[in-house]
T-cell receptor, first 111, second 114 residues
Framework: GDSVTQMEGPVTLSEEAFLTINCTYT??????LFWYVQYPGEGLQLLLKATKADDKGSNKGFEATYRKETTSFHLEKGSVQVSDSAVYFC??????????FGTGTRLTIIP | DVKVTQSSRYLVKRTGEKVFLECVQD?????MFWYRQDPGLGLRLIYFSYDVKMKEKGDIPEGYSVSREKKERFSLILESASTNQTSMYLCASRLRVGRDYEQYFGPGTRLTVT
């Protein structure tokens, strides 16, 4: 079946560091790909998405590019802030079907 | 703004109790979902509903049931709570955007069963 694999956390970085959170997927076909973020004490929010190969999703300084060749959708940010501390989830789906989530990566940014 | 609300942020129940978790969305979305979130396991789908009075089992429906009598409300029921149902429960509703769907989540209910 379809699956999403994320890098294990927790990840701790200093403010202004470069961030990469790896995400790879296994699916038959070409799903839509998503990154969700969960801030402390809150539900998940859609951060960005990409619906086809080579699409780049971006939001709040975060970016991720849909790479069909490597079945990846890595999340990147050039300069992280303390306010980016959260849990990040990679997910995929096909159209009307349910979302399949990765296990989440906890990110902590220290000043 | 889409708003998904859940009846409680924190809940403590005893083993064997019947537990109701309520979820309400205010955007007339047809599709609604219940997940549980556990460390190291991510989100796992319990049940979902495509429309009023419709329900479909997700990946881990055992020990749970649901009710969708009105479009805006989707209830999760633990018929007889057990300690292994201690978890964070997240409700979501879904909107179609082009060929895709975007899910909106509530803040979650942290349930402890003692």
């Amino acid at each position: 079946g379809d699956s999403v694999t994320q890098m294990e956390g927790p990840v701790t970085l200093s403010e202004e560091a470069f961030l990469t959170i790896n995400c790879t997927y296994t699916a038959t076909g070409y799903p839509s790909l998503f990154w969700y973020v969960q801030y402390p004490g809150e539900g998940l929010q859609l951060l960005l998405k990409a619906t086809k190969a080579d699409d780049k999703g971006s939001n709040k300084g975060f970016e991720a590019t849909y790479r069909k060749e490597t079945t990846s959708f890595h999340l990147e940010k050039g300069s992280v802030q303390v306010s980016d501390s959260a849990v990040y989830f990679c997910a995929l789906n096909f159209g009307n079907e349910k979302l399949t989530f990765g296990t989440g990566t906890r990110l902590t940014i220290i000043p | 703004d889409v708003k998904v609300t859940q009846s409680s942020r924190y809940l403590v129940k005893r083993t064997g109790e019947k537990v109701f978790l309520e979820c309400v969305q205010d955007m007339d979305h047809e599709n609604m979902f219940w997940y549980r979130q556990d460390p190291g396991l991510g989100l796992r789908l319990i049940y979902f509903s495509y429309d009023v009075k419709m329900k479909e089992k997700g990946d881990i429906p055992e020990g749970y049931s649901v009710s969708r009598e009105k479009k805006e409300r989707f209830s999760l029921i633990l018929e007889s709570a057990s300690t292994n149902q201690t978890s964070m429960y997240l409700c979501a509703s879904r909107l179609r955007v082009g060929r895709d769907y975007e899910q909106y989540f509530g803040p979650g209910t942290r349930l402890t069963v003692t």
